[in-house]
């Protein structure tokens, strides 16, 4: 039996935007067909992806004839919840985490990054449970290459399964799926990594991504200043956003070309 065959009962598939979660959509179609409605495909929107991650969504969901359904934390009446949007109505200016760091107070950071649970984590849960879900098997990206980030259980009410891991399915694999298919994430595909995805100027991300993004988005990384000086913080202790992003527009284009000028270490990825 293949590797990708839905286990039973309720099944939801995170789809994170990026070529890996595509993948992992695409085998779980190819094993099982049309997915029975004990399936749901969901993708939580932050309002910071690039506009290309949006659009890949988009386009493997009408390409491949499969429903995603797109979701967004929202503040009201004091308590955290959630809408349900699409392609064409999904924020694009940061609007949920903007909300979410002004009712925190404060800003998400290496140690507290509530933005994974309260921005994703959560809102697709409570549209769960809104369904009347009580329990669920939850599939997640995770590859054989990356295995340190699966989690082997859940306090909450699903369990995870992990069918790239089971599959050793490495991004060597999966990069070389996507060389072949008719559409891609129109995002640079560097090593197997995609240095754009996820919140495009996120606080994990490494130096030197952030600094290639600074250089070339400096509109983008605006939204970031914003919010440190709405927090009165910043999202890193070693590092102020709107000195790095002037500090980097001051650099000549020859540093980002130069191993070792900017750091390369990541502090992790988002799910």
Sequence with gaps: MSIYKLPPGNVQ?????????????????????DLPDRVKVMFANTGREMPETLDFVHECSDRWGVNIIWVEYRRGDKKNTYDTVS??????????????????????????????????????????????????????????????RAKTDSKDRWQYWYPLLDDGAT?????????????DLRLNNALGKTPMG???LCFLKSEATL????????????WWIDMEKMAGSTFRKDRNMEN???FVGAQQDWVFDQQGYFCQSNDGECT
Excluded at 211 to 222: G, L
């Design 198 to 200: 996820n919140c495009d």
């Design 13 to 33: 598939i995170s789809f994170s935007g990026g070529r890996t979660s595509g993948y992992l959509l695409h085998q779980v179609l190819e094993a099982n067909g």
């Design 211 to 222: 600094a290639m993004m600074a250089k070339i988005y400096p509109d983008r990384a605006q």
């Design 87 to 148: 392609h064409n109505s999904a924020s694009r200016n940061g609007e949920p985490f903007a909300a979410l760091i002004e009712a925190r107070k404060y800003l998400p950071n290496v140690v507290t990054r509530f933005c994974t649970t309260d921005l994703k984590i959560r809102p697709m849960k409570k549209y769960l449970v809104d369904l009347g879900w009580d329990k669920w098997t939850a599939a997640v990206g995770i590859r054989a290459d990356e295995a340190h």
């Design 244 to 246: 790095f992003v002037d």
């Design 171 to 183: 991004k060597r694999e999966i990069s070389a799926f996507w060389d072949k298919q008719p559409f």
